[in-house]
């Protein structure tokens, strides 16, 4: 009896420590997980192995989470600022699984929050602050709690701001630099005003104004000159380019035109020629720079005026070198026309007229006259006209089908008529009658 007393005694000591000991303190959860339910038997929480393979403490099924008080909502520059305080609908404290609190953000007052909608969050129970950009329109800003299990409230009331706009204290000297300005930031924008310094401008039109007199550097690198003329004009140009010479060589050349308002304008052009030479041309007047050698051809009538020294008015130092200009075609009076046949022979010069080397003028060809043709066969011009002291007479053939009468001439008028002499005896002006030029006249002026 005695043993049995003692057993129970020890019996008793020991359930009593076990009673006081820990509990699970050398227990473990191998490959598995700990499910935790409410009275009811709902799931809460899984502790320890996740269905994905992870280990963590998975709290799920959680409550609804009190809804926070509505924001105060501030337009910023090109956005909205939302600040939160912390607190929750009817003063109720923040649950122990609360997350965050979403910041929602719609165009109408009645917008659902959703995925698409969210913008922002706070992380602090405490509350917070946020700037959101938006575009310059009214936008409507909804808050909601979100918890660890993912359950989240509803939605506040929306409250609706309006992003704002940059204005003058935003935009001191020097607020923006360049590493601010992102690239194809301004496509297609307009800057007015200030001063651009340094970089590269490509692909534009720049220009001083956009009426009147002004210049503009066209994307093509041609210059356009305008002279601002009331009853519009086409504009004067600056251009450059490259051209070949033919062979491979690429030459560089610049050409100058004004503006003008129908015909069409002079230019000067300067070039660089196939061998180095530099050219340069006005209308009939060529310049030619080459080497230590200069030359100026003028391709039509030169005309000095003023004094140089003394009563000349061309000095001209070195060697002249004159040549005969080109030949020109009358402008016959009526019932007169150029032939290449005379006296029945064919294989002759129609008539024609020049300017020579000598300061001369030259008439010189064939001639026939129609039914009703006077005595002037053709007018010079102006240019090669003799003066009122010079009587000018050169030799002139006839023939009139039967014969050639000796003694004819003809005679250049200080009006430029070039007239026959039609009073030699026994012979008449008639419907084919040949007449044959060949003669020069000096001019009593050069103009």
């Known amino acids: 009896m005695t043993d049995i007393g003692a057993e129970l005694g020890r019996m008793r000591k020991d359930i009593e ?20 339910r409410d009275s009811g038997g709902s799931l809460r929480a899984i502790v320890g192995q996740q269905g994905d393979g992870t280990t963590a403490v998975n709290v799920v099924n959680g409550p609804t989470p009190p809804t926070p008080t509505p924001p105060t909502v501030t337009p910023a ?28 953000i719609g165009g109408a007052a009645d917008f659902t929050p959703s995925q698409s909608t969210l913008r922002d969050t706070i992380e602090s129970p405490q509350g917070g602050m946020v700037t959101i950009p938006l575009p310059y329109t009214e936008w409507n800003v909804k808050l909601r709690s979100r918890t660890s299990s993912g359950s989240t409230s509803a939605a506040t009331t929306a409250v609706a701001a309006t992003p704002r706009k940059a204005a003058t204290a935003d935009l001191t000297a020097g607020i923006i630099t360049a590493d601010l300005i992102a690239v194809d930031a301004l496509n297609g924008k307009t800057i007015s005003g ?15 104004a956009t009426t009147g007199k002004r210049i503009a550097m066209l994307p093509d690198g041609t210059m356009a000159l305008y002279s601002g003329r009331t009853g519009g004009e086409t504009p004067g140009s600056l251009e450059s380019g490259i051209t070949s010479d033919g062979s491979g060589m690429q030459l560089g050349y610049l050409v100058l035109k004004p503006p003008t308002h129908g015909p ?29 050698n200069g030359y ?27 040549s005969d200009e080109t030949w020109h075609t009358p402008s016959f009076a ?37 039914a009703g043709a006077g005595s002037t066969v053709f007018t010079l011009p ?15 053939n006839f023939s009139s089908g039967t014969g050639i009468p000796a003694g004819g001439w003809a ?37």
């Open 382 to 396: 102006a240019k090669y006209r003799p003066s009122a002291n010079i009587r000018a007479i050169i030799p002139a």
């Open 264 to 292: 069409t304008p002079p230019e000067i052009t300067m070039a660089i020629g196939p061998s180095g030479e530099q050219q340069w041309s006005l209308g009939p007047l060529g310049l030619l720079a080459e080497g230590s």
């Open 77 to 104: 520059l090109a956005g909205l600022t939302v600040s939160w305080n912390g607190s929750f609908a009817d003063s109720v404290a923040a649950p122990l699984d609360w997350m965050r609190c979403e910041i929602h």
């Open 334 to 370: 009526a019932s007169w026309a150029s032939t290449g046949t005379f006296n029945g022979n064919a294989g002759y010069q129609g008539m024609r007229y020049r300017y020579t080397a000598e300061d001369e003028v030259w008439i010189y060809g064939a001639a026939v006259a129609s």
């Open 411 to 447: 005679q250049i008028t200080e009006a430029g008529a070039v007239a026959i002499n039609t009073g030699i005896s026994g012979w008449t002006l008639a419907a084919g009658t040949q007449v044959w030029l060949n003669g020069k006249f000096p001019l009593g002026t050069i103009s």
């Open 296 to 322: 100026a051809n003028v391709f039509g009538n030169l005309n000095v005026t003023g004094a140089i020294s003394g009563s000349a008015s061309l000095a001209v130092t070195g060697a002249v070198i004159k």
């Open 194 to 208: 200030g001063t651009i310094t340094g970089g590269t401008i490509t692909g534009s039109t720049i220009q001083t």
């Open 17 to 36: 420590r076990l009673q006081r000991a820990a509990r699970l303190s050398y227990a473990s959860l191998d490959d598995t997980a700990l499910e935790v």
